[in-house]
């Protein structure tokens, strides 16, 4: 059986035709639903069709969310490329959404980056995009990565420990914060970061597993957005879009 249908909240009514083509007769069923038997000469029996397909008549589709993917009505404004703040750049998430950046540099810039302990792949995201705040939370490498950074005529703002990475959060010039630091550790600079009326691209599930009863309503309080950063987060903001209030 082939199943041919957009959403299950699309079906109107189900046929079922039966694909054998001597001595058929079609009938309908409850709810809409027909199908096709074949009777035999000799005693009258009728017999089901052994090869069936089913396709789905379509209904306009509900609204998706009702209000939650509507254009903001005073949106934040920025001169030129959009800034951007990467919270754990040296990570998987970091490093891409950096590639994203390095590919449309024409759209957006990097203000701040914050970082664990990957002092070499950090001084090189530094040299390449040339931010203005820079946090390690492993206070122990600073030295280290400031002779990284000895050669840099721009020099950065360094700082240090749980501190650095909050104030990268909360950087006065970011309109959106990319939350790439695993676990628990990203909840609190995500709050900052809410606080200081960032959007967020969120990419650290802790944010919503522990802190969802807390967040939301502060997202609501701030008047920011949540953008899926992450392949899970996207996947669940995809399944639910055209779902009617309720639906899940």
Do not use: Y
Request: charged share 25%.
């Amino acid at each position: 059986m082939a199943l041919n249908l957009v959403s299950p909240t699309e079906i109107k009514a189900l046929s079922f035709l039966d694909t054998t083509r001597s001595n058929h007769r079609l009938r309908k069923l409850s709810s809409g639903i027909w199908s096709k038997t074949k009777r035999n000469k000799d005693n009258g029996t009728a017999t089901f069709g052994r090869r069936v397909k089913c396709s789905g008549q379509a209904s306009p589709p509900a609204s998706a969310w009702p209000g939650r993917a509507v254009a903001e009505s005073r949106p934040k404004t920025w001169e030129g490329r959009k800034p951007i703040t990467v919270l754990g750049s040296t990570g998987s998430i970091g490093t891409q959404t950096l590639d994203i950046i390095a590919e449309h540099e024409d759209k957006f810039r990097v203000v701040a980056l914050a970082a664990g302990s990957n002092v070499t792949l950090l001084a090189d995201q530094v040299k390449r995009f040339k931010p203005q705040l820079v946090a390690i939370r492993n206070e122990s490498l600073v030295d280290e990565l400031k002779e990284a950074l000895a050669n840099v005529e721009e020099k950065p703002e360094i700082m240090t420990g749980e501190q650095g990475v909050i104030e990268a959060a909360r950087h006065p010039d970011a309109a959106t914060v990319v939350t790439g630091i695993v676990g628990c550790a990203g909840l609190k600079p995500t709050v900052t970061a809410i606080e200081a009326g960032k959007d967020i691209a969120l990419a650290n599930k802790e944010t919503m597993i522990a802190g969802g009863p807390f967040i939301l309503p502060l997202a609501h309080k701030h008047n920011i957005k949540f953008l899926p950063a992450d392949s899970e987060h996207f996947a669940v903001f995809q399944c639910i879009q055209g779902l009617p209030e309720g639906a899940l």
